[in-house]
């Protein structure tokens, strides 16, 4: 986390070219695996990631169920040519870690208790990586779940924000995440109002951390309302928003 | 207090506030009452509802269901019906009460692949489901193409009254069951109308939740519009009974003006 360049001109302008409170460009697809339940293809900027849900489903190995609820399992995977070197397919430590908080992230939004002694599998494949994956991932994830017709009490959102030039900014990207100063990843319920993930690498002092997941959170909103807009427009077609008749 | 009757929700979204009834798919917390599926919520005079637009089957008490034998045991066999739990049919529901499992020969009744329609018996959180075949119109299934559709899709594929599946079944000569967890049999004198079915079927899968679907569904079939209804002459139904192919098409005509007054997506 050393800064060895500037990463913020005179005019605030970041090295892609945002202001501090600027996300990336956000695309998301809904419904693009075929054989899985539910699917989701994100463009974060310039990350790519695909996600598939199956289930709710039988639970091999059968000791693995649980008599009162549903076991969600994820695998968060990056394929060897996502990174500028070629990544070792073998799961990594990093995501081992990011699969287990990709679940303990959506597991509140899900109404598990409704699918007893079945499971849930969620795979998050990363095509292309540049700095923020498991926020895209569970992005991405929340949808494929929604679009498997799986009961959700709300739809998670994630987005990133962290200390740059040491300055706050939204959504940073992979040189601001290796070279910046902290990188905070926050999920968050918009309806309910709940965080769901919050993870910091870096130094923040008390007013830059509330700055920060203040940012972070206003962040998730607005990637929720992209992924409102693409449910909307995938079930109910361009010109149905929510139409009361 | 009321304000609306139908409106499209996705998980998250607040349908009403107040103190109504939950019946399907809705969670309330505080005052407010939420949707958990993607869907259309409905508030009617019994409660609130979202009916869902994806989903895979979850079974329920005496759903007609079509499954396949996977398995058996010495007492019953294992049927898969699409859905995360398999169910069980029981052997002495197919041999009666003096079953015995030294005597009667488990596979001469029902072997491994075998096709069945059945009822969901029993089903809870805490035990498999449990078929039964002693109804009019179940047990096993001779012979017919095997088509899988969502099970979200399946009122749409019947339609009001049954009028979208008569009108297939009539167009096309051919007789079609279907399964409430999305499994559905398709048999037909001709192998051209049973290929005509299908795509019917499946087009109604795909496009369940757009407007005047009834209405292109016809000209895949070509339907003559009423006047010319003479091109279909009565037919056998799923049902066993006889009916006329003029009151099948004066109901699809009669939902449509209903969906054109609505204004109905679905």
Known sequence: MTQTRNLIDEQGIRTDGRRADELREIKITVGVVKNA?????????????????????????????LPDRCVLRCRYHMTPFSTDTRKNPAPSRREVEISKVMRESLEPAL???????AAIDVFVEVLQADGG????????????????????RDIVAACAAGKVDDKIVLDINDTEDKEGGADMPVAYMPHLEQVTLLQLDGILTQGQFNECIDMAINGCKKVYEIQRQTLMHKYFGSETELKEE | MQEFKRKYVVPGDKIVEGNFRLLMNAIRSGNSIFATRIGIAEVGRDGIKVIPLSGVYIPRVNDIVIGK????????????????FSAHLPAQDVFGRDFSPARDDMGRQ??????????????????????????????KIPRGEFLKISATRVPRLIGKRGSMIQMIEQATQTRVLIGQNGIIVV?????????????????????????????????????QEP?????????????????????????????????VKKGEKV
């Open chain 2, 187 to 223: 048999s037909g004198r001709t192998s051209e109308g049973t290929k005509l079915s299908i795509r019917a079927i499946k087009m109604v899968e795909e496009e369940a939740h757009t407007a005047n679907l009834t209405q292109r569904i016809k000209v895949l079939l070509n339907v």
């Open chain 2, 227 to 259: 006047g010319s209804q003479d091109a279909f002459p009565p037919t056998q139904t799923q049902n066993g009974q006889l009916e006329e192919v003029q009151s099948s098409i004066q109901e699809v005509e009669e939902e449509l003006e209903e969906e």
């Open chain 2, 110 to 139: 029902l072997a491994i692949g075998d096709l069945i329609s059945s009822r969901i018996m029993a089903f809870d959180r805490t035990r498999d489901p449990m078929l039964t075949i002693q109804d009019k119109d179940l047990g």
């Open chain 1, 133 to 152: 994956s498991r926020c895209a991932g569970i992005t991405a994830a929340s949808l494929a779940l929604a679009d498997a017709g799986i009961n959700m």
């Open chain 2, 69 to 84: 034998i996977i398995d058996h045991s010495s007492l019953s066999w294992e049927v898969d019906i699409n859905s995360c």
């Open chain 1, 111 to 117: 109404i598990l208790e409704d699918y007893p002694r």
């Open chain 1, 37 to 65: 339940d539910g699917s989701a293809f994100i463009e974060f900027g310039r990350n790519k990631i695909v996600t598939a849900v199956y289930g709710p489903r039988e639970v091999h190995p059968k000791h693995m169920a």
